[in-house]
């Protein structure tokens, strides 16, 4: 049985970074239907890039989004991500589901997360992924 998703995103990129805002509960088909869309934009990628990602609108998710984010992110490791910026409002239980799924550092990659936009976009620019704040032409 198929269900529909539950969750949603905006899902862009610009130059060498990938621009997401994540809202709602996801299920594992917002998952899914993210997973594809993150690799179809990054494929286009033939060098390094960087992750933006906003979560102040995301409301978790349930347990089977784990693992196809986990394979995401080594996806995404493999092919090329090497900086990811993560904003969200201060919240134990997100710190803590956000980090069973991706990993600080693996490789040559590293994660950081801010409370503050402007402050993700100037770590994010200063690892060598200037990040430009326009309106996203995402879903």
Do not use: P
Not at 68 to 83: A, K, M
């Amino acid at each position: 049985m198929k269900f529909d998703q539950h969750g949603g995103y905006k899902i862009w990129r610009h130059n060498k970074v990938i621009y997401a805002e994540l809202s709602g509960t996801w299920n594992k088909e917002a998952a899914i239907n993210y997973a594809k869309e993150l690799k179809a934009l990054a494929s286009e990628y033939t060098d390094t890039w960087g992750h933006y990602v906003c979560f102040d609108r995301w409301e978790l998710c349930s347990a089977d989004v784990f693992d196809i984010v986990q394979s995401l992110v080594d996806w995404c490791v493999d092919n090329g991500l090497r900086r990811a910026a993560q904003v969200y409002s201060h919240s134990a239980i997100k710190e803590q589901v956000i980090s069973k799924m991706v990993v600080e550092e693996l490789g040559q990659f590293k994660r950081a997360v801010f409370d503050d936009k402007e402050q993700a976009a100037n770590w994010l620019t200063e690892q060598g992924y200037k990040v430009t704040f326009f309106e996203s032409s995402g879903n």
